[in-house]
């Protein structure tokens, strides 16, 4: 046997499992390639991987001369798709027929020779490849033929035919390469190697991105085979010298082809490394050869932190540790074979995983160890290792460089059932782990997950959902005897399931990482099953309901800040005023958002009365809002139409289906439904519908949308002030599902009128007066009927002053609500409630600017009134003016909320222009569309807490509502 290490050539076989390919002294070591099936997918592809080997095996020797190419070895998978036809094949000699079957393995034959065509090579080459495939056709045919009299498929059979693919895809690639002039042979493994058995033997292909009980090759005869073969190859092609040394590396470098995926059991029977072995191959074929290199080649750019079809915010991993790539792939990580890492971590060969189609990109690095001991100079090198001299390093210190983070990367298994063992007899008993670990040891059921009360009360593992009922129905024979007499109550299974693992080796040194994981699925609405974390605490694995498992993924992602906290946004109402508005404001500030305070707010629905528009992930808001328009919170220039950002997404706004319109807003399968379940996305941790209606139907669908787990920002006060009984109702039902139901801008628009006074109850003041300008729209109105002397306003008449407001934004169509005070009463209700009173809004006193006669005839217009038919109020309106002018006053809409006497009121009252009247500062400092509010409580008595601005208009109406939106998102920053 020929040793590759030349300064320990005597060392035993068995301890060294390797030095099987001995290479020129001064030479460079063997790197390794290996192809997956992605990067074989057509001819033009075979040629690509050509071509990267060839650019890849070129280097300098450590003189700086160039050598002629490195040793190379290439590992392949099968060409795309091709396993899975094999597959195909098998199953349909056993439940069809074998001219079924043959006509698949037909097809999927003229495809590979149809790659093999159209790579260029010579005749005679190509002739003989073609010949062993057809040989291997015929095989396949007797094999089929057996299947279809079994009617089933013994396991030996099936991967004796899948593992055909990668024979074929290896001489493909060497016939490729020897026709572009490359030295190159090819190694079928099934003749080199050999796994051990049982554990290696004919346990069937296993399941993509499951996972899989570690395989150990049977080294000895691996190493003898290899070194045979190896000695063997180099005499057939004078690569060795007549006296047996082998040639200069100067002159040429060898490229083998490796068969990936199969091998043989120590008996010789055809086997595999199970699905996506192709990697564990590569590496295996690595240390046999001491290789100083392994790239695995992929379609992605490298080892991603979640995968990116689940997290669409994913990215590749630049550094990671043996052990975090050990623990990914073991829990479903598809772009590595859960056993891949084992043979490169004894020789601590480099992994490298690299995107095919992006060759420029440098991918992920697999190297370094948790137990490497630290230099002198400090720290173990290797990634992972970000030690601060000081133990328990806090989450946030290593936020801010994604190499630091404490969490590499987060993984799944998708199909998981719960085994659960329990029983009151089995507190203090020793053996019943055991005894439960060996039913399913005899059955060869492999354990994912275990976990067990400290009551020992009961025992849960976690299986693959295929062997749930297998696994279930060997414990119960485990345990017959104590079924048998009560002593164990039951054997379930839960099933349903998802195992979500998050990894990193930061972990075991950073306080607060769990508490941030279990903070954010519980933010996200994400109910954990199970629990389990190892000593190591690189580890921290969940079992959750399958439908949760995307969400609680992007959840898990953005709470370690390996992306933005994505928050799922719908605005109802889009196209008025209000919702247009913030929808813009939304689309000005989000690049912002995202970038200082870690917030990606993503708009995704917008609806109206009449139709919607819906994105998976956003819509482009570019679109749909051209132009920056003002940044202020001023109004708009009066050239501006109100209306223009939502112009472009109602011309493509989508109608209702049939069956949801016929079901109306609120019915069960209804509009609201449907627009809550387009919110409610699974993938997205957090969703926030946003109503901007005034419509009291859209409210009748808050507590759906709260039980679908959404949160509810609401400019709509027909909630908040509506039937208490509701009231209470959707505020409860936000409790238990642990929602948020904003609506401050429903009181003082962006003022912070509700917050004021509930940060003032929670520090245990009371509250005794709540009184002032509620109604910006009326009191607008007022300030220019009846203006105060050091006013200069220009005064107007009562059906100019409510003009005026409605061509300022200040009003809309349904002003009346401000003229006959229901919009101030509402408020009124609000208040009431957030102070605790027991307060509906028929118990508010009202009082109107005009008669209720004349009040009664404009409510019966209803949206239909103008301003032109509120000119025969001028004369009664100018009349009250006049009356309080004469006295010193002017009249001004003032609300109260009494705590203490359990009232409220909305009543029209003269105010004196000076100190003498207590709301004289209220009104002093009003510019007519603000908002003012005293507050007296027992801190603030002399002297009240005032909350006074802006209050009306839809851009202060938007900023109110998108302040709250702010307000919960942030919520899910923090968490």
Not at 417 to 422: F, H, M, Q, T
Request: proline share 4%; aromatic share 6%.
């Amino acid at each position: 046997l020929l040793s590759m290490n030349r300064s320990s050539s005597s060392e035993n076989i068995a301890d060294t499992h390797g030095g099987a390919f001995e290479l020129p002294e001064q030479s460079p070591g063997w790197e390794i390639h290996k192809f997956g099936g992605a990067s074989l997918a057509t001819a033009d592809l075979y040629k690509t991987c050509a071509q990267v080997l060839i650019s890849e095996s070129k280097c300098k020797s450590a003189s700086g001369q160039p050598w002629g190419a490195v040793p190379t070895a290439a590992v392949v998978s099968a060409a795309s798709g091709v396993t899975d036809e094999l597959i195909g094949v098998v199953k349909a000699a056993a439940n069809q027929s074998v001219e079924a079957a043959e006509a698949l393995l037909e097809k999927c034959v003229t495809r590979v020779i149809g790659i093999l065509g159209g790579l260029g090579i010579k005749e005679a080459e190509l002739n003989r490849v073609r010949s062993n495939v057809e040989k291997d056709r015929a095989s396949i045919s007797s094999v089929l033929r057996a299947i279809r009299l079994m009617k089933s498929v013994p396991s030996t059979a099936l991967e004796l035919v899948t593992g055909l693919g990668e024979v074929w895809s290896a001489q493909t690639l060497c016939a490729h390469l020897n026709a572009v002039g490359v030295v190159s042979d090819w190694i079928d493994c099934r003749e080199m190697l050999y796994l051990q058995s049982p554990e290696g033997g004919t346990g069937g292909l296993g399941e993509k991105g499951g996972a899989i009980a570690f395989i150990s090759p049977a080294w000895p005869m691996t190493v003898k085979a290899a070194g045979s073969w190896w000695l063997d190859v180099q005499l057939q092609h004078g690569w060795m010298s007549e006296s047996g040394a082998p040639l200069d590396g100067s002159k040429f470098a060898p490229v083998i082809v490796v068969t990936g995926f199969v091998a043989s059991t120590e008996e010789g029977v055809p086997t595999t490394l199970k699905r996506s072995g192709s990697d564990y191959s590569a590496t295996i074929f690595a240390k046999l050869m001491r290789a100083g290199k392994i790239t695995l080649w992929k379609n992605v750019d490298g080892i991603y932190t979640a995968d990116p079809r689940r997290v669409p915010d994913a990215f590749p991993i630049r550094t990671m540790l043996y052990e975090e790539a050990m623990e990914l792939a073991y829990f479903g990580a598809q772009v590595l074979h859960p056993s891949a890492m084992a043979p490169c971590i004894e020789r601590r060969i480099p992994v490298h995983v690299r995107n095919i189609f992006n060759t420029a990109h440098p991918g992920t690095i697999i190297q370094g160890s948790a137990y490497d001991k630290p230099t002198q100079d400090g720290p173990a090198p290797g990634p992972g290792r970000h030690h601060t001299g000081r133990k328990g390093k806090h989450l946030e210190e290593a936020a801010f460089d994604k190499d630091k983070l404490p969490v590499k990367g987060i993984t799944s298994v998708d199909q998981v059932a719960l085994v659960n063992l329990e029983g009151a007899t089995l507190i203090g008993v020793p053996g019943v782990a055991s005894r439960m670990f060996g039913a399913l040891q005899s059955r060869e059921i492999s354990v994912l997950m275990i976990t067990q009360a400290s009551s020992e009360h009961s025992i849960c593992c976690a299986v693959s959902a295929s062997e749930a009922q297998r696994a279930a129905q060997a414990v119960r024979e485990g345990f017959e005897l104590e079924l048998s007499r009560h002593q164990v109550a039951q054997v379930q299974v839960v099933e349903g399931l998802s195992a979500l693992a998050v990894i990193g080796q930061g972990m075991s040194s950073s306080v607060g990482a769990a508490g941030r994981m279990f903070r954010s699925l519980s933010s996200a609405h994400v109910n954990i099953v199970a629990i389990a974390q190892g000593s190591s605490e690189r580890n921290i694995t969940v079992i959750i309901r399958r439908e949760d498992l995307s969400r609680a993924m992007r959840a898990i992602h953005s709470a370690f800040t390996l992306s933005a906290v994505p928050v799922s946004v719908g605005v109802l109402g889009a196209a008025g005023r209000v919702g247009s508005e913030l929808v813009r404001q939304i689309k000005l500030q989000r690049n912002r958002l995202l970038t200082e305070e870690n917030l990606d707010l993503r708009v995704r629905l917008l609806a109206d009365k009449d139709g919607y528009l819906f994105a998976e992930e956003a819509l482009d808001l570019d679109h749909l809002c051209p132009g920056d328009g003002d940044d202020g919170l001023g109004p708009r220039p009066p050239s501006s139409s109100a209306e223009e950002p939502c112009a472009a997404w109602l011309a493509q706004a989508k109608k209702y289906s049939p069956e949801a319109a016929a079901a109306g807003l609120t019915g069960a399968g209804g509009i609201g439904d449907e627009l809550g379940g387009m919110l409610a996305a699974a993938h997205y941790p957090h969703s926030i519908i946003i109503d901007c209606t005034a419509s009291d139907e859209v409210v009748g669908c808050y507590e759906s949308w709260l039980n679908k787990g959404l949160h509810i920002v609401s400019a709509n006060n027909r909630c908040p002030a509506g039937p208490k009984a509701r009231f209470e109702s959707v505020m409860e039902t936000a409790r238990r599902k642990n929602r948020c139901w904003a609506f401050e801008v429903t009181v003082g628009g962006p003022a912070p009128v509700l917050n004021s006074i509930q940060d003032l109850v929670e520090t245990g003041d009371n509250v005794q007066v709540v009184q002032g300008l509620l109604s910006s729209t009326l009191n607008h109105i007022l300030c220019r009927v009846s203006p105060r002397t050091a006013q200069h306003t220009d005064k107007m008449t009562f059906s100019e002053a409510t003009a005026h407001a409605i061509s300022r934004g200040y009003a809309d169509r349904r002003f009346v609500d401000d003229l006959n005070g229901v919009d101030a009463a509402r408020k009124c209700v609000i208040l009431a409630r957030v102070l605790g009173m027991d307060m509906e809004f028929e118990q508010v006193e009202r009082e109107t600017i005009i008669s209720k006669e004349k009040l009664a005839s404009l409510e019966a217009l209803g949206d239909k009134v103008s301003t032109d038919d509120l000119k025969f109020l001028d004369a009664e309106v100018a009349a009250r003016c006049a009356e309080a002018a004469a006295e010193g006053c002017v009249l001004r809409c003032v609300s109260v909320v009494d705590v203490v006497a359990g009232t409220a009121s909305v009543k029209i009252r003269k105010v004196h222009q000076d100190d003498s009247d207590r709301l004289f500062p209220l009104v002093s400092s009003s510019r007519g569309h603000s908002v003012a509010i005293s507050i007296e409580t027992d801190r603030y008595k002399d002297e009240p807490l005032i909350v006074h601005g802006p209050g009306a208009g839809a851009k202060l109406c938007a900023s109110g509502v998108f302040a709250d939106l702010l307000r919960v998102a942030k919520r899910f920053a923090l968490e």
